[in-house]
Antibody, heavy 117, light 107 residues
Framework: QVQLVQSGAEVKKPGASVRIACKASGYIFTNYAMHWVRQAPGQRLEWMGWINTGDGNTKYSQKFQGRVTITRDTSANTAYMELHSLRSEDTTVYYC??????????WGQGTLVTVSS | DIQMTQSPSTLSASVGDRVTITCRASQSVSTWLAWYQQRPGKAPKLLIYKASTLESEVPSRFGGGGSGTEFTLTISSLQPDDFATYYCQHYSSFPYTFGQGTKLEIK
């Protein structure tokens, strides 16, 4: 069965970077794109970007352009999302989500990132 | 970016009730519209895609409809497990965007 397991919670200082891993299993990793979505407490879900796990092509939300980098390691069946220049507003839960039927069909368990001095 | 607006933001209902949630897009998304259910502290779960196609293993009391800019999610007979927050999301183009959510509460 499809499983997406994300790395653990992180605490970072303002201005630092964070990298979250999303390890996939149960399917051929390079056959399906991976998205990253975040959700602040009580807020709507926010799409951050996408990677074609086959060729590494990426697309980012304009809101995060220049601050987010999504990569993948096909040998490890793992996608990564790195967010730079962290600020307090980036304190939220980050999800990876695998594409299915064109949208977000399978989700990781979420990773809480706390940005605090 | 395409803006997605859901109504109502909160809905109080009882077990057995029929409820409908509406989602409006700021421009046409054709039928590239999905609905998700999210329980507290959990990841969203895909319920419906292509506006009206039920995801595998989702109970048939859930139904979706609409096209263009207006969509609905209907639950025909509420069960205790259905009290959660529901989000619509378009995937017609990047960036994908979500509605603000509808919290379904027990009356």
């Amino acid at each position: 069965q499809v499983q997406l397991v994300q790395s653990g919670a992180e605490v970072k200082k303002p201005g630092a970077s964070v990298r979250i891993a999303c390890k996939a299993s149960g399917y051929i990793f390079t056959n399906y794109a991976m998205h990253w979505v975040r959700q602040a407490p009580g807020q709507r879900l926010e799409w951050m970007g996408w990677i074609n796990t086959g060729d590494g092509n990426t697309k980012y939300s304009q809101k995060f352009q220049g601050r987010v980098t999504i990569t993948r390691d096909t040998s490890a069946n793992t996608a990564y999302m790195e967010l730079h220049s962290l600020r307090s507003e980036d304190t939220t839960v980050y999800y990876c989500a695998r594409e299915r039927v064109g949208t977000l069909g399978y989700w990781g368990q979420g990773t809480l990132v706390t940005v605090s001095s | 970016d395409i803006q997605m607006t859901q109504s109502p933001s909160t809905l109080s209902a009882s077990v057995g009730d029929r409820v409908t949630i509406t989602c409006r897009a700021s421009q046409s998304v054709s039928t590239w519209l999905a609905w998700y259910q999210q329980r507290p502290g959990k990841a969203p779960k895909l319920l419906i895609y292509k506006a009206s196609t039920l995801e595998s293993e989702v109970p048939s009391r859930f139904g979706g409809g609409g096209s263009g800019t207006e969509f609905t999610l209907t639950i025909s007979s509420l069960q205790p497990d259905d009290f959660a927050t529901y989000y619509c999301q378009h995937y017609s183009s990047f960036p994908y965007t979500f509605g603000q959510g509808t919290k379904l509460e027990i009356k």
